[in-house]
């Protein structure tokens, strides 16, 4: 039977909802497990929230006269997309552009090597509360960005780093891992 109570948004968890540390890190295997220092927090990310696809690329086999006999999977992408909006967050900046790329900080000075350097892979995890206070955990033990979007300065809206991770399989051939546990009182 149908059960509303079931049905949930998901917000940002106060405090930090996306956090990134380098592939091979040591990764929380549920909602309330403490994250590794290696961990650092995004920040804010914008209203869009964290968009999750995840579906399978098929191909239908005809037989001759077409019609439909079998379909194949060819690939099944599992991709992350956020929009960071704290620009001036130097671990934002060092996501983005790659950890060797950042140095400073915003009282020194930032100074960003934008450069054709591949990704390096890291570990992301995005906390959620959902309905009643439920918490939802997304661990991505291998995550790599594949798309950075157009980056627009302009004096209506904040400059933001639209990012396209992609999940790829651990040890185990898991893209990620999903947490949730209800509210505790």
Known sequence: MPDVTKVTAG???VGGAIYRAPFGSTLPTSTSATLDAAFKELGYASEDGVVNTNS???ENIKAWGGQTVLTVQNSKDDT???TLI???NADVLKAVYGSDNVTGSLSTGITVNVNDAEAE???WVFDMIMRDGAAKRIVIP???ITEIGEITYADNS???YAITITALPDEDGNNHYEYMLEAQS
């Open 11 to 13: 917000k940002p968890n």
């Open 56 to 58: 399978p690329e098929t």
């Open 80 to 82: 992350f997309a956020v």
């Open 86 to 88: 704290e620009a001036l």
């Open 121 to 123: 892979a890291a570990a």
């Open 142 to 144: 291998n995550g790599k």
């Open 158 to 160: 904040a400059v933001g």
